[in-house]
C-alpha cells in the first residue's frame, strides 16, 4: 500500500467564554484534508469544557458507532460528552469520516488518520484547553470502539506528518460493546464491508483484527458488553480482554448480563451503569507514560 503524507498547518483557534462550552474545531484546514475528494465532508472535533474540572486536566476523546456508515451521536456521543463534562472531565465528540470510496482515496485509512489526527490536536492545544497531554484517553462505541482499539493497538503507525513527534498513542481506552475482530466467526459483517470491502483480503482482515495486534504498549482499557448482545457479540470484548491480560496491560471488564446492542450511557434494564464505574476509574488512575 502506498503512504501518504500530508502537511498541515498548526490551527490557532479563538474561544470567547460565552462559547467555552461547547467549541468546534475543524480537524484540518480545508485545503489540505487527507484523502479527501473534492467535495468531501471536513472531519470535525466539538469540545465540551467542563463548569467545574477535576484535577488533573484529563480528557476524553469520543467516537460514536454507527458502523462505519455514519455516527450515532444523539443516541451515544453527546450523551457520553454530556456526562463527561458534568463530572469534570473535558470531552472532544470526534466527527470523524465515516468510509465512502466516492468521497475519498484509501477510505479504510480514513476514520484512523482522523481519531490520530484529534490526539495530536488535543495534545498540542492542552495548554489552551487548560489540559494534561498525558492523560488524554479515546472511547468508542460498537464500530467507534473498533476505531478506538485500532488507535490503540496501532499508535506507531500513522499517515499524519508529525514535526513536534506528537504521541499519537492514547493514554488510556473505553471501549463500549465494541467491533474488536474481522474474523469470520466474531464480526460485525457490516462494520466490516464498510471499512475494508468489497475486496476483502485475508491480510486486511488479520491486519484489522485488533485482539491480534496487542502489545505491552497498548494503553488500559475499561470495556463494557452485554452478554446477550446479537449485533456485535460479546466475544470481541472478551477476545480483547483476554490479550490485554497476557500482555500485562491494565484491563477492566464491565459485563452486563442484559444489554442489548446500542444501550449508550444508561441501559434502563440495569441497577448500575457502566458510565458510573468509568468516571471512578478515569479519576482514579493516573496514567503512566510509556
Given at each position: 500500500?502506498?503512504?501518504?503524507?500530508?502537511?498541515?498547518?498548526?490551527?490557532?483557534?479563538?474561544?470567547?467564554?460565552?462559547?467555552?462550552?461547547?467549541?468546534?474545531?475543524?480537524?484540518?484546514?480545508?485545503?489540505?484534508?487527507?484523502?479527501?475528494?473534492?467535495?468531501?465532508?471536513?472531519?470535525?472535533?466539538?469540545?465540551?469544557?467542563?463548569?467545574?474540572?477535576?484535577?488533573?486536566?484529563?480528557?476524553?476523546?469520543v467516537c460514536s458507532g454507527g458502523a462505519y456508515i455514519g455516527r450515532a451521536n444523539d443516541v451515544e456521543g453527546?450523551?457520553?460528552?454530556?456526562?463527561?463534562s458534568t463530572s469534570g472531565i473535558t470531552a472532544i465528540l470526534l466527527d470523524y469520516r465515516v468510509p465512502r470510496?466516492?468521497?475519498?482515496?484509501?477510505?479504510?485509512?480514513?476514520?484512523?488518520?482522523?481519531?490520530?489526527?484529534?490526539?495530536?490536536?488535543?495534545?498540542?492545544?492542552?495548554?489552551?484547553?487548560?489540559?494534561?497531554?498525558?492523560?488524554?484517553?479515546?472511547?468508542?462505541?460498537?464500530?467507534?470502539?473498533?476505531?478506538?482499539?485500532?488507535?490503540?493497538?496501532?499508535?506507531?503507525?500513522?499517515?499524519?506528518?508529525?514535526?513536534?513527534?506528537t504521541s499519537l498513542r492514547p493514554d488510556f481506552m473505553i471501549l463500549v460493546y465494541p467491533v474488536i475482530s474481522?474474523?469470520?466467526?466474531?464480526?460485525?459483517?457490516?462494520?466490516?464491508?464498510?471499512?475494508?470491502?468489497?475486496?476483502?483480503?485475508?491480510?486486511?482482515?488479520?491486519?484489522?483484527?485488533?485482539?491480534?495486534?496487542?502489545?505491552?504498549?497498548?494503553?488500559?482499557?475499561?470495556?463494557?458488553?452485554?452478554?446477550?448482545?446479537?449485533?456485535?457479540?460479546?466475544?470481541?470484548?472478551?477476545?480483547?480482554?483476554?490479550?490485554?491480560?497476557?500482555?500485562?496491560?491494565?484491563?477492566?471488564?464491565?459485563?452486563?448480563?442484559?444489554?442489548?446492542?446500542?444501550?449508550?450511557?444508561?441501559?434502563?434494564?440495569?441497577?448500575?451503569?457502566?458510565?458510573?464505574?468509568?468516571?471512578?476509574?478515569?479519576?482514579?488512575?493516573?496514567?503512566?507514560?510509556?
Open positions: 500500500m502506498k503512504t501518504r503524507i500530508y502537511v498541515f498547518a498548526t490551527m490557532v483557534v479563538l474561544i470567547t467564554k460565552a462559547s467555552m462550552a461547547q467549541d468546534r474545531v475543524p480537524l484540518y484546514p480545508a485545503d489540505a484534508v487527507p484523502f479527501a475528494k473534492q467535495g468531501a465532508d471536513l472531519p470535525s472535533i466539538t469540545i465540551y469544557q467542563p463548569k467545574h474540572p477535576q484535577p488533573g486536566g484529563k480528557a476524553v476523546i453527546i450523551p457520553a460528552c454530556k456526562k463527561l470510496a466516492d468521497m475519498m482515496e484509501s477510505k479504510e485509512w480514513v476514520p484512523f488518520t482522523d481519531a490520530q489526527r484529534a490526539i495530536q490536536f488535543v495534545r498540542e492545544h492542552a495548554a489552551k484547553y487548560k489540559l494534561n497531554k498525558h492523560q488524554v484517553g479515546i472511547m468508542g462505541f460498537s464500530a467507534g470502539g473498533h476505531l478506538v482499539a485500532t488507535v490503540g493497538t496501532r499508535s506507531d503507525t500513522t499517515q499524519l506528518r508529525n514535526p513536534l513527534h474481522f474474523a469470520d466467526s466474531l464480526t460485525h459483517w457490516e462494520s466490516r464491508n464498510r471499512l475494508i470491502g468489497p475486496d476483502i483480503s485475508p491480510e486486511n482482515i488479520a491486519y484489522y483484527s485488533n485482539e491480534l495486534h496487542v502489545t505491552k504498549n497498548t494503553p488500559p482499557a475499561f470495556i463494557t458488553h452485554g452478554l446477550d448482545d446479537e449485533a456485535v457479540k460479546s466475544i470481541n470484548s472478551l477476545y480483547f480482554a483476554a490479550a490485554l491480560q497476557q500482555h500485562h496491560v491494565p484491563v477492566k471488564l464491565f459485563l452486563y448480563t442484559h444489554g442489548a446492542h446500542g444501550y449508550g450511557i444508561y441501559n434502563k434494564g440495569a441497577m448500575v451503569q457502566w458510565i458510573d464505574d468509568c468516571i471512578d476509574w478515569i479519576n482514579q488512575n493516573r496514567w503512566k507514560l510509556r
